[in-house]
Antibody, heavy 117, light 106 residues
C-alpha cells in the first residue's frame, strides 16, 4: 500500500525558509510524479509543484523562484523548500503521488505550518 | 484555468441525492478530478477523467461533463459521504482546484 507522510516544523518565522519532508512507503519515488499541494485557511487549495520519476521539476508560477522540490532516492523521500515565507504561506501542506498525470491518487494527511514571529 | 465550484455549502439527509457543480474558465476537455476530504484522513481521489470512478469509489458517486461544465452527483447519501469535495483540473499547468463544497448532514 502506498503511504505518504509529511514532516517538518509547524512554526516558521517570516522571511525564513519552510522545509518539509515527504516520506514514502510502498512505492518507489523513482516512478511516477510526486507533488506538493497546500490548503490555506478558508479552504483554498493550491498546487505548488512536482518532482518526476527522473528528478525533473515543475512549479506553480505563483511561487516564482521561492520554491524548490528535491528528493533523496536512497531514503525514498522528497522535499519542499519555500523561501522568504510570509504570513500568507500559513497553510496545511500535503504531499501526494499522481494517478493520471496531474491528478493525485495518494495523499499524505498533511502538516499544518504557521508563519508567525 | 479558474475553477468555480458551487455550492460552497450543502446540507442534506442520508438517503438523499446531491449534485455539486464545477465550471472551468476555459475548456479542459475531460481532464477533471474530484476529491473527498475528511478530517483525520488522507484526501481521496474519487473520480478522474471527468466521469471515471477511481478503483474503490462506491457506485453511488458519479461524475459528468466535459469542456467547461462538470457535475459530481452522489445518490442515496450515506453517513460516510458527509465531507468536503473539491474539483481539480489537470488539462494545463498550473493545476487548479475549485474552492470546495462542504456537505453536511441536515
Amino acid at each position: 500500500e502506498v503511504q505518504l507522510q509529511e514532516s517538518g516544523p509547524g512554526l516558521v518565522k517570516p522571511s525564513q525558509s519552510l522545509s518539509l519532508t515527504c516520506s514514502v512507503t510502498g512505492y518507489s519515488i523513482t516512478s511516477n510524479y510526486w507533488g506538493w499541494i497546500r490548503k490555506f485557511p478558508g479552504n483554498k487549495m493550491e498546487w505548488m509543484g512536482y518532482i518526476s520519476y527522473s528528478g525533473s521539476t515543475s512549479y506553480n508560477p505563483s511561487l516564482k523562484s521561492r520554491i524548490s522540490i528535491t528528493r533523496d532516492t536512497s531514503k525514498n523521500q522528497f522535499f519542499l523548500q519555500l523561501n522568504s515565507v510570509t504570513t500568507e504561506d500559513t497553510a496545511t501542506y500535503y504531499c501526494a503521488r499522481a494517478g493520471l498525470p496531474g491528478s493525485w491518487r495518494y495523499w499524505g494527511q498533511g502538516v499544518m505550518v504557521t508563519v508567525s514571529s | 484555468v479558474q475553477m468555480t465550484q458551487s455550492p460552497s455549502y450543502l446540507a442534506a439527509s442520508p438517503g438523499e441525492s446531491v449534485s455539486i457543480s464545477c465550471k472551468a474558465s476555459k475548456s479542459i476537455s475531460n481532464n477533471l478530478a474530484w476529491y473527498q476530504e475528511k478530517p483525520g484522513k488522507a484526501n481521496k481521489l474519487l473520480i478522474h477523467s471527468g466521469s471515471t470512478l477511481q478503483s474503490g469509489t462506491p457506485s453511488r458517486f458519479s461524475g459528468s461533463g466535459s469542456g467547461t461544465d462538470f457535475t459530481l452527483t452522489i445518490r442515496s447519501l450515506e453517513s460516510e459521504d458527509f465531507a468536503v469535495y473539491y474539483c481539480q483540473q489537470y488539462n494545463e499547468y498550473p493545476l487548479t482546484f475549485g474552492s470546495g463544497t462542504k456537505l453536511e448532514i441536515k
